[in-house]
């Protein structure tokens, strides 16, 4: 199955202060996403799986990375990414071979981690 992604309202690619390249997107999940579909039935959340997808997908068309990965590090799923959620995700180029990645709603930090390829 090919990845879907979120329809962006905004995306783009930028250097940070750190001299790190950056993927810095906003989108709303749209209430009819088709990850949300069965996950779970009476109260859809983004699935984690979905979301490390996403981010895998986005470098590999950014940066050209592999869309499979050694390992991933430091993952932390702090708060649900519900049906019409607006989400800000910024995925950091650390080294040739890994990322790093956020996804927030406002302050709220949403999950993040770090991808080895």
């Given at each position: 199955?090919?990845?879907?992604?979120?329809?962006?309202?905004?995306?783009?690619?930028?250097v940070n202060d750190a001299d790190n390249a950056e993927?810095?997107?906003?989108?709303?999940?749209?209430?009819?996403?088709?990850?949300?579909?069965?996950?779970?039935?009476?109260?859809?959340?983004?699935?984690?799986v979905t979301q490390l997808d996403w981010v895998v997908?986005l470098a590999s068309q950014y940066w050209s990375t592999?869309?499979?990965?050694?390992?991933?590090?430091?993952?932390?799923?702090?708060?649900?990414?519900?049906?019409?959620?607006?989400?800000?995700?910024?995925?950091?180029?650390?080294?040739?071979?890994?990322?790093?990645?956020?996804?927030?709603?406002?302050?709220?930090?949403?999950?993040?981690?770090?991808?080895?390829?």
């Open positions: 199955m090919k990845t879907q992604l979120p329809e962006f309202s905004s995306l783009s690619e930028r993927i810095v997107g906003c989108f709303r999940l749209s209430e009819d996403c088709i990850y949300l579909q069965g996950h779970f039935p009476s109260a859809p959340i983004l699935p984690g997908q592999p869309v499979s990965i050694q390992r991933v590090e430091v993952l932390k799923f702090n708060d649900m990414i519900l049906p019409g959620a607006d989400v800000d995700l910024v995925i950091q180029r650390k080294r040739k071979d890994c990322i790093t990645f956020n996804y927030k709603k406002g302050d709220t930090a949403l999950s993040s981690g770090r991808l080895v390829f």
